[in-house]
């Protein structure tokens, strides 16, 4: 028995020490068709990659919500929205963030279809390798992460400090503030409590003295057991305890004059402006080839510019499909960078000023597998949605989102 | 089937069934008695403080939740309300068996006190030690002042009526007073990037709680209309009457586990 007891206990030990420590926030684990229509997060950036306890990092970029938002999700034009960041537990204290500019300690709506830029400034607290997404949490719908990044903090957490001003003019320590008042009014309240039990269990035994005297006198009797000493006891304590707790609002409010309730309440922000009508798209096709993990798309694409455009990138569920020719040799930023360097392949792929021209795109990379992607064919509305990003030939970037129904082909 | 005797093994064939034998009790004076009854206090007191701190912790979690583990969600509308309202179902529960068991007005106190205990241990090795959030920001609420309010006033008036209509009326009412000087420092006003905050909110904002998006603890979402500021003292009365009946729906649980049935059969 005791064999098996170790034996169990060792084998237990095991995943400890030789299982691989999870850091994920749930990147795989949503429906694929959800990745790819909710949220289009892109320029995600966060610097520096290496801080002491104390220092800030600033972590921004792009997002801008799908207008093939599924229909049974609540969207964040409907649903208030609040810009949030995934990461192991207050590993560090948000010390700003805002959405086009507009600080974002409330919460608030997002258009559809629009562009937002982001950026959230962090402080760091605890040391330790973390790995951080930006993440939008939508009511009703949950978070939606953006791509992730590592970090490392270095230090001693005891260094760590996070002092603000009061409108009162008082300069106040969060990490500590009001833990005297907590001691000392929970160490009072239980020692009340402890004489309140003190004065029953003054002298043992009690319980089975008293359960058998109950026993004896039965219930209309019973209650001769308690004496006029308890009595009085008890008028004391409840007395007492009335008095103590105006007594403590008194002193509570003569220390803190100045208090207001709660706060809460939403926020607006304007969208970007938008790029124009420089490129125009009309999706004609999309079909997903499963064994080859090969996604299809014939466009037709319009250029109201006055410069040729290119397309150089397909971004869906935080994957970038890169097209080579394009944007040259993408070097993901760490080792969970989730970027296909060759992914996007495009026939025909100039498009001259003024010219209206149909593409074919094929986003090809491993990633649909690993991501889980290839689930989308299992989607109960098989539809999928996209960012386009094309380049005209001064380097200037337009996006666009694409999206629509997806037809699998299974051979 | 073998018949070999193993050794040391005795049969019934081989007892005399004539036989007197007498059967020594394990208590044989009253002095060993008492020493009894003191184990028996030593012995069911610290179980029963864990089973109750460990009942309670996880009802609370359960019923209440975020609305007390967080110091920027004990908001004057509802914490005040759902908190007295759950947390008095031991009270009633216990201090109804204690009564009718022991005559001891301490089922109250005692369920508080175990609460609070294994409040703070949840709080500091779980909140604190584990996710990293600091003390002050996930310290419980103290709740042992009005257990003894409500023990007490059972003492006084030895009526479970009586102790519903006062003891559990001011257990509802006196919540979010007790609680004031706990709360008080973390509602100073402070004015961050623009925003008015208090010092519980900005620390909501801070320390990030990646689950817990700011829109989830939306309170005041209606008006008293005309009561002016007044929304503590109103939440308080309404709190303070339906811990009353919740009182009385669980003193009813209390007295039908207190039916001595079985218990009478092993003593």
Same mark, same amino acid.
């Given at each position: 028995?005791y064999?098996?007891?170790? $034996?169990?206990?060792?084998?237990?030990?095991?995943?400890?020490?030789?299982?691989?420590?999870?850091?994920?926030?749930?990147?795989?684990?949503?429906?694929?068709?959800?990745?790819?229509?909710?949220?289009?997060?892109?320029?995600?950036?966060?610097?520096?990659?290496?801080?002491?306890?104390?220092?800030?990092?600033?972590?921004?970029?792009?997002?801008?919500?799908?207008?093939?938002?599924? +229909?049974?999700?609540?969207?964040?034009?409907?649903?208030?929205a609040?810009?949030?960041?995934?990461?192991?537990?207050?590993?560090?204290?948000?010390?700003?963030?805002?959405?086009?500019?507009?600080?974002?300690?409330?919460?608030?709506?997002?258009?559809?279809?629009?562009?937002y830029?982001?950026?959230?400034?962090?402080?760091?607290?605890?040391? $330790?390798?973390?790995?951080?997404?930006?993440?939008?949490?939508?009511?009703?719908?949950g978070?939606?992460? $953006?791509?992730g990044?590592?970090?490392?903090?270095?230090?001693?957490?005891?260094?760590?400090?996070?002092?603000?001003?009061?409108?009162?003019?008082?300069?106040?320590d969060?990490?500590?503030?009001?833990?005297?008042?907590?001691?000392?009014?929970?160490?009072?309240?239980?020692?009340?409590?402890?004489?309140?039990?003190?004065?029953?269990?003054?002298?043992?035994?009690?319980?089975?003295?008293?359960?058998?005297?109950?026993?004896?006198?039965?219930?209309?009797?019973?209650?001769?057991?308690?004496s006029?000493?308890?009595?009085?006891?008890?008028?004391?304590?409840?007395?007492?305890?009335?008095?103590?707790?105006?007594?403590?609002?008194?002193?509570?409010?003569?220390?803190?004059?100045?208090?207001?309730?709660?706060?809460?309440?939403?926020?607006?922000?304007?969208?970007?402006?938008?790029? $124009?009508?420089?490129?125009?798209?009309?999706?004609?096709?999309?079909?997903?080839?499963?064994?080859?993990?090969?996604? +299809?798309?014939?466009?037709?694409?319009t250029?109201?510019?006055?410069?040729?455009?290119?397309?150089?990138?397909?971004?869906?569920?935080?994957?970038?499909?890169?097209?080579r020719d394009?944007?040259?040799d993408?070097q993901?930023?760490?080792?969970?960078?989730?970027?296909?360097?060759?992914?996007?392949?495009?026939?025909?792929?100039?498009?001259q000023?003024?010219?209206?021209?149909?593409?074919?795109?094929?986003?090809?990379?491993?990633l649909?597998?690993?991501?889980?992607?290839?689930?989308?064919?299992?989607?109960?509305?098989?539809?999928?949605?996209?960012?386009?990003?094309?380049?005209?030939?001064?380097?200037?970037?337009?996006?666009?989102?694409?999206?629509?129904?997806?037809?699998?082909?299974?051979? | 089937?073998?018949?070999?005797?193993?050794?040391?093994?005795?049969?019934?064939?081989?007892?005399?069934?004539?036989?007197?034998?007498?059967?020594?009790?394990?208590?044989?004076?009253?002095?060993?008695?008492?020493?009894?009854?003191?184990?028996?206090?030593?012995?069911?007191?610290?179980?029963?403080?864990?089973l109750?701190?460990?009942?309670?912790?996880?009802?609370?979690?359960?019923?209440?939740?975020?609305?007390?583990?967080?110091?920027?969600?004990?908001?004057?509308?509802?914490?005040?309300?759902?908190?007295?309202f759950?947390?008095?179902?031991?009270?009633?529960?216990?201090?109804?068996?204690?009564?009718?068991?022991?005559?001891?007005?301490?089922?109250?106190?005692?369920?508080?006190?175990?609460?609070?205990?294994?409040?703070?241990?949840?709080?500091?090795? @779980?909140?604190?030690?584990?996710?990293?959030?600091?003390?002050n920001?996930?310290?419980?609420?103290?709740?042992?002042?009005?257990?003894v309010?409500?023990?007490?006033?059972?003492?006084?008036?030895?009526?479970?009526?009586?102790?519903?209509?006062?003891?559990?009326f001011?257990?509802?009412?006196?919540?979010?007073?007790?609680?004031?000087?706990?709360?008080a420092?973390f509602?100073?006003?402070?004015?961050?990037?623009?925003?008015?905050?208090?010092?519980?909110?900005?620390?909501?904002?801070?320390?990030?709680?990646?689950?817990?998006?700011e829109?989830?603890?939306?309170?005041?979402?209606?008006?008293?209309?005309?009561?002016?500021?007044?929304?503590?003292?109103?939440?308080?009365?309404?709190?303070?009457?339906?811990?009353?009946?919740?009182?009385?729906?669980?003193?009813?649980?209390?007295?039908?586990?207190?039916?001595?049935?079985?218990? @009478?059969?092993?003593?």
């Amino acid at each position: 028995m005791y064999k098996k007891i170790i $034996g169990i206990l060792l084998l237990s030990l095991t995943f400890f020490t030789f299982g691989e420590m999870a850091f994920a926030h749930g990147e795989r684990a949503q429906q694929a068709g959800l990745r790819m229509r909710t949220l289009n997060w892109w320029d995600i950036e966060v610097t520096p990659k290496k801080v002491t306890v104390n220092e800030v990092i600033t972590i921004k970029g792009k997002f801008s919500p799908s207008v093939w938002w599924p +229909k049974h999700m609540a969207n964040p034009s409907e649903r208030l929205a609040y810009l949030n960041i995934g990461v192991p537990g207050p590993v560090f204290v948000r010390i700003d963030s805002r959405v086009n500019g507009v600080p974002m300690i409330r919460s608030t709506h997002f258009e559809l279809g629009k562009t937002y830029d982001f950026e959230i400034k962090l402080k760091a607290r605890t040391p $330790g390798r973390y790995h951080m997404h930006p993440v939008l949490s939508v009511h009703d719908t949950g978070p939606i992460i $953006g791509s992730g990044q590592w970090v490392e903090i270095t230090g001693d957490q005891k260094n760590f400090e996070n002092k603000v001003t009061t409108l009162t003019g008082e300069v106040i320590d969060l990490e500590t503030q009001g833990m005297k008042e907590i001691a000392t009014w929970h160490l009072f309240w239980v020692a009340v409590g402890l004489a309140w039990m003190f004065y029953w269990f003054r002298k043992l035994p009690v319980l089975m003295p008293r359960f058998k005297e109950v026993e004896r006198l039965g219930p209309l009797h019973a209650n001769d057991m308690i004496s006029m000493k308890d009595m009085v006891v008890g008028v004391v304590f409840f007395g007492g305890i009335l008095i103590a707790i105006a007594a403590s609002y008194v002193w509570t409010q003569n220390q803190y004059p100045v208090t207001t309730p709660l706060q809460t309440g939403e926020v607006e922000v304007a969208p970007l402006p938008g790029q $124009g009508d420089v490129v125009q798209i009309k999706m004609l096709d999309a079909r997903y080839r499963l064994p080859g993990r090969s996604f +299809k798309v014939d466009l037709e694409v319009t250029n109201n510019g006055d410069s040729p455009i290119r397309l150089g990138e397909f971004l869906t569920a935080n994957i970038r499909f890169v097209n080579r020719d394009v944007m040259g040799d993408v070097q993901p930023i760490d080792e969970q960078d989730l970027i296909a360097k060759e992914g996007l392949v495009v026939d025909d792929n100039l498009i001259q000023p003024g010219e209206m021209r149909k593409i074919t795109l094929r986003a090809e990379d491993a990633l649909w597998e690993t991501m889980r992607l290839t689930s989308l064919v299992y989607d109960p509305d098989s539809r999928f949605a996209a960012m386009l990003f094309f380049f005209d030939g001064e380097g200037k970037r337009y996006h666009i989102e694409v999206g629509g129904q997806m037809m699998p082909t299974f051979s | 089937m073998s018949t070999e005797y193993l050794p040391g093994e005795v049969h019934d064939d081989e007892l005399d069934p004539n036989e007197i034998r007498y059967v020594e009790g394990a208590v044989r004076n009253s002095a060993e008695q008492l020493a009894a009854y003191k184990n028996i206090d030593l012995a069911t007191l610290p179980l029963l403080f864990l089973l109750f701190g460990g009942i309670s912790v996880f009802l609370f979690a359960l019923t209440v939740g975020d609305w007390d583990f967080w110091m920027d969600w004990r908001d004057r509308r509802w914490w005040p309300l759902v908190t007295p309202f759950s947390l008095i179902l031991l009270p009633s529960v216990l201090g109804t068996f204690m009564w009718l068991k022991f005559r001891l007005p301490m089922g109250a106190t005692f369920a508080t006190m175990s609460f609070l205990a294994a409040s703070w241990a949840s709080r500091y090795a @779980n909140f604190h030690d584990f996710a990293g959030f600091p003390l002050n920001f996930v310290s419980p609420s103290t709740w042992v002042g009005l257990g003894v309010v409500l023990d007490a006033t059972l003492l006084i008036s030895r009526s479970f009526y009586f102790t519903g209509f006062v003891g559990a009326f001011l257990f509802g009412l006196l919540t979010y007073t007790i609680n004031w000087p706990i709360f008080a420092p973390f509602r100073i006003p402070i004015e961050y990037n623009g925003t008015m905050v208090t010092v519980a909110d900005l620390m909501g904002y801070m320390y990030i709680r990646t689950a817990i998006p700011e829109y989830v603890r939306i309170i005041e979402e209606s008006t008293l209309r005309t009561f002016g500021e007044a929304v503590t003292p109103l939440t308080a009365v309404f709190a303070g009457f339906v811990t009353i009946l919740n009182y009385y729906l669980w003193c009813w649980v209390g007295h039908k586990i207190s039916v001595s049935r079985w218990m @009478n059969r092993i003593i």
